[in-house]
Each structure stands twice: as C-alpha cells, then as structure tokens.
C-alpha cells in the first residue's frame, strides 16, 4: 500500500515538474510588480553611505522570511492557481509534503536545469536595460557568479554597469541617461517631475555618479531586488561635487558666470572640497575666479568688469548710478580688487551665498591705493599733470602708502614728483616749467602776467627750479588743493642759508669793481663774497682767495659742485649759481655780473660753507 501511494505521489511531482517547466519566465511576474510600485524620486531616494556584497545564495527566500509590504504584488498580478506559489507566498499546513513523497536527486536536478535562476534573469536584465544589447555568456557567467558568491550586490552590478566603459561609449545624453535609470533601477518609463528632479542635479554641476546613486538606492530597486532574491546594497559617488549639489551649484554658478561654460570636472571637485573643508568661502572663491587667468585674459573694459561683478554678486543687471558710483572709484585709481570686496561684502552676495547654502565670508583689498581713494586720486593726478600718463599700479601703491603712514605730505609728493628723471629728462624749457607748476600745483592754467613774473626770477637765477616749485607750494591755492583730497599739505622747504646767500649777493649785480673792496658799494672778488655771505646772516670773517682754497670747508669736485659753493681759481673766486653759471666780482668787466663759468681748467677746488 505505501509503495502504491509513494508512486502516485511521484507521478504528481514528475506532473508538477513538467508544468513547472512549461511556465512563463518569473521575471515577467516580478516586473510587473516593481512597475506598480511607482515610488516618486524626490521622497524615496536616499544617499547610499556604504558599499554593501553579498547574495542570497538560494534563488528564493525561507519560508520564514516574510516579503516586505512594498514587495506585495498587485491584486491583478496574482498568479493563476496552477502556478508554483510565489516564494513569497507562505504555503498551508496542508500543503506540506509527506516525507515519503520527497523528490528524487534526479528530479531536483531536471528543475535546476529546466530554468535559469533569478540571479541570472537579473544579469541579462541589467544587459538589455543598461547597455540595450543581449547578454554575452561570459559576462552572465561572471556577474551571475559574484552575485550568488555574496562578491556583489545589485547596486555593485548596476554601478559597474552603468560606469563601464561600454556605457561611456554611448555618449548619451543627460535624457537618455535617465531614461535608462528609470527603465534599469525602477523597470518603467520617467515621469516628467521625476525625471525633472534628476536633471536639476546635472545642471548644478553634479556627476551622473550622483544621480545614479540615487536610483541604486531608491525604494524601487530595492523592491526589484527583493524580486530577483538578490541584496540591494550601497553605491555612494566618490567625489567631491557630489558631496554637497548646492555647493556644487555655487561654483558652477561662476563658471557659468565668468567662463561663459560649464565647470569642468576637476574644478568642479577642487572647489567644492575647498568649500566643504572650510578653506574658502563664497567671497574668497569668486576672488579666485575673478583674478584667475582665465579671466582676466578677457581684458575686459572697467564697464564690461562691473557688468560681470553685478551678474556674479548681486544677480542682476547694473543700475545706472551704482555703475557710476564704482566707475569713479576706479577713475579716482583705485583697483578692481577694491570693487570687488564691496561687491562680496554687499547685502545680494549674502543672500545668493545662504541660498546656496554656503558662507559668503569676505576680502579685503591688500592694496596701498585702495585703503583712501582720495590719497590715491591725489598721486593720480600728480601722475597725469606732472609726468604727463597714466600711473603705474606699483606707483599709485608706493605714494599712497606714504600719504597713508604719514611719511610723505602732498609737498612731499610734488617734491619727488619734479625731482625726478622721468620729469627731469623730459628737458622742459622755463616756459614749460612754470605751465607745468600752474596746471599740477595750483591746478589751472598760467595767467600772463603771473608767468612773466616767475620766469623773470627764473632768468635772474634769483629762484631755481626747486625753489620756485617751494613757492608755487606755499600758496593758497596749492593749500586748498591738498585740502579737497583729504591730505595733509606739510611743510614748505624754506629756502634757507643758501639762498639767503645767493640773493645777496645777487643784488649786487652791475656794482663796480675795485681792489680791496668789501662793500657796500665797490666790492673786489674776496669783499664781494664776505658782505654777501654777512648780509644773509652767515658770519664767516673775511678770507682771500687763496685763504678760501685752504680752509677747512668740505672740498668738492667740479662735477659735484651745487648752488651757493665757493670756487677757488688762483687769485680769483666765484659764487657758484648751478647750470654752468657763476656770479662775481670780474676785473675783466669791472662790476659785479652774472655768467657762465669760463675758467674750468684753472679751478683750483670747491668750497662749501654753507
């Protein structure tokens, strides 16, 4: 009787078997549930934190493993009563086999070979919706043996998938590329908001790695997972855009908006890691961008260059009266680093910087000329009306810095100014001088009678250069002019013992000669020089020519000889006046005159006693 029923029995199985065989590939029926599952991106996608392996190493759960809810087939998907119970479906106390009626090795092993295992359904998927093309056996082989080893996972496969190079040779579009996201990790077509959703992380600057994580992490694969006996596991993009996408869409923001492209990927994750590192802030990254090669090769106009910084910082167009306002601060010789720290400083920074999420921090211009415009608009023109061109940047920083530290006045400034070889050299003739005295000292032009005037003191060599310039220095005008930059005039150089001297003896000119003269109304060379050098005040006794040669006064050479030396000839000497001229008491001319200086070869030396 027992072997009657223990061959029924078999007869039912070997039944079972057949129809076993002949059904429909359970990957259709899975499908089916995961398309029904319909989760939406924005809410059920999370980022993956770590990389998980393993497989479950049976193709369907224990019956003690009860199917999570999401996993729960559709009412409609519900298998037809001759179909083997879904591995979720926990079967009746009734129907439980009697241990006589367990099959044969020989059947186990027809079932195993009449049907591919899910593992193996799951891998020739991933070929057909990934890559659009049918599976080669190797690399079935190899996937399906990583997964059932527990060496992958479903996010494993799918990254590598979707990372290959294969997948790279495609070039797909960002659309397609979600589109085949969609139909491999939530096995149907994108709806528009969702697929929305993913495209506004591509134009932030984020790598299809990221998006790509979202999907394997979604709870629609894990459902297909759960489908295909298969663990879901983790992928998490490696790099640093990807990190933080509103950091991400900051820099490329500035790509956008100083390139005129996108961030490439390099930039990309520099300077998103330096943000997330707290290294830069949202001010000292654009400065980055903004003073970079790339963008200063543009040579943009001051008007292009604030157009830029009001797109980058303040996210609109220029109004009219703020682009004058920054224009002069650049015509006054400021620098463009200076704009730019008032525009990362500025309320619309701030807020495009916490839209972002990201600290806008600040800059400070390290320039000289940008800590006072005004002190710098002052050396600017000094620039323009002295030297005749535009300043120099490391001029403009040099000046200013000692208009600021207090080292320098502005008679300090025009001092240097006229004293320079780039002025010197320029060989303006008297004329030229004083217009240039008139338009950088006082600023205007040379009134007629004003400028016949000093040159007349020029011609007289009652004044030099310096000492007209000290003059033109200590007026009203030059004082009121210091005034409207906010310096300090200083003190005039007063024209001292030297020039006391001088005048002196100038006013002397066309007295006659007469030996042993000392004045005040016939001089001889040694008188006329002691009244002169008595009459300025220097009380120096009286000396002969060859007691000035011997004295103990500095000796100077020819070539070093300036304004009030004494030189020594044989039996002679002279007031040097500078420009090769001399006045003296001359025996050839019998009077006190004014000349150019004849006797070079028979100077004996220069004195200096003043």
Not at 71 to 76: G, I, N
Not at 267 to 273: A, D, K, V
Not at 477 to 491: K, M
Not at 569 to 598: C, K, Q
Request: glycine content about 10%; aromatic content about 12%.
């Amino acid at each position: 009787m027992k072997r009657a029923i223990a061959l029924i029995i078999s007869v039912l199985l070997l039944c079972g078997a057949a129809i076993a065989y002949a059904e429909p590939n359970r990957e259709e029926n899975f499908e089916l549930s995961a398309m029904e599952i319909g989760a939406e991106p924005s809410g059920e996608m999370g980022r993956g934190t770590t990389e998980q392996t393993g497989a479950i190493h049976s193709t369907e759960p224990s019956p003690d493993a009860e199917p999570s809810p999401d996993a729960e087939p559709s009412p409609d998907a519900e298998p037809s009563p001759d179909a083997e119970p879904s591995p979720d479906a926990e079967p009746s106390p009734d129907a439980e086999p009697s241990p006589d009626a367990e099959p044969s090795p020989e059947l186990n092993e027809m079932a195993a070979m009449s049907e591919p295992s899910l593992v193996q359904n799951f891998v020739e998927r991933m070929y057909t919706k990934a890559l659009g093309r049918t599976a080669d056996s190797s690399g079935v082989e190899y996937w399906t043996k990583n997964l059932e080893e527990g060496k992958a996972t479903g996010a494993s496969v799918g990254a590598n998938f979707f990372l290959s190079a294969e997948m790279q040779r495609l070039s797909l579009s960002d659309d397609e590329y979600l589109n085949r996201l969609y139909r491999t990790f939530m096995n149907r077509e994108a709806d528009t908001g969702g697929k929305a959703y993913w495209k506004g992380f591509l134009d932030k600057g984020c790598s299809r790695k990221y998006v790509l994580a979202g999907f394997v992490d979604s709870k629609e694969f894990s459902n297909l997972c759960v489908s295909y006996g298969i663990l879901q596991g983790k992928y998490q993009s490696p790099e640093s855009r990807d990190k933080n996408p509103e950091a991400t869409a900051f820099v490329n923001r500035l790509y956008q908006l100083c390139f005129e492209r996108a961030g490439d990927v390099e930039g990309l994750n520099y300077w998103t890691l330096q943000l997330l590192n707290g290294k830069t802030s949202g001010a000292t990254t654009a400065y980055q961008f903004i003073f970079g090669k790339e963008f200063t090769s543009k040579n943009l106009s001051d008007g292009a260059y604030l157009d830029y910084l009001y797109e980058a910082f303040m996210g609109r167009q220029s109004d009219v009266e703020g682009k004058k306002y920054w224009q002069g601060l650049l015509d006054k010789g400021c620098s463009r680093k200076l704009i730019f720290a008032n525009f990362s400083s500025s309320k619309e920074f701030s807020s495009i910087c916490a839209s972002y999420g990201i600290l806008r921090g600040s800059y400070q211009s390290p320039e000289a000329r940008d800590q006072n415009p005004q002190a710098t608009a002052f050396v600017k023109r000094m620039y323009e009306t002295c030297l005749g061109r535009n300043a120099d940047a490391d001029g403009l920083n040099y000046w200013t810095g000692r208009l600021n530290s207090g080292s320098m006045t502005g008679t300090g400034i025009a001092y240097d100014f006229f004293a320079s070889k780039e002025f010197t050299g320029k060989g303006f003739s008297n004329s030229a001088y004083v217009d240039k005295l008139y338009e950088a000292v006082m600023g205007r032009a040379a009134d007629a009678s004003g400028k016949q005037y000093w040159l007349g003191t020029l011609s007289s060599m009652r004044k030099t250069r310096k000492t007209l310039l000290s003059a033109f220095m200590d007026s009203k005008e030059f004082t009121e002019l210091c005034s409207s930059y906010g310096i300090q005039r200083g003190a005039i150089e007063k024209p001292g013992r030297v020039e006391d001297f001088i005048n002196a003896a100038l006013d002397q000119l066309g007295k006659p000669y007469k030996l042993g003269g000392k004045g005040p109304d016939e001089f001889d060379c040694s008188g006329f020089i002691y009244y002169a050098l008595r009459q300025s005040g220097n009380n120096i006794p009286y000396m002969t020519s060859g007691d000035w040669a011997e004295s103990s006064y500095p000796t100077i050479a020819l070539e070093d000889l300036r304004r009030g030396d004494i030189i020594c000839m044989p039996g002679h000497v002279a007031i040097y006046l500078g420009e090769g001229m001399i006045v003296d008491a001359s025996t050839s001319n019998n009077a006190i005159v004014m000349r150019y200086f004849w006797g070079m070869d028979s100077v004996i030396c220069g004195k200096r006693p003043l």
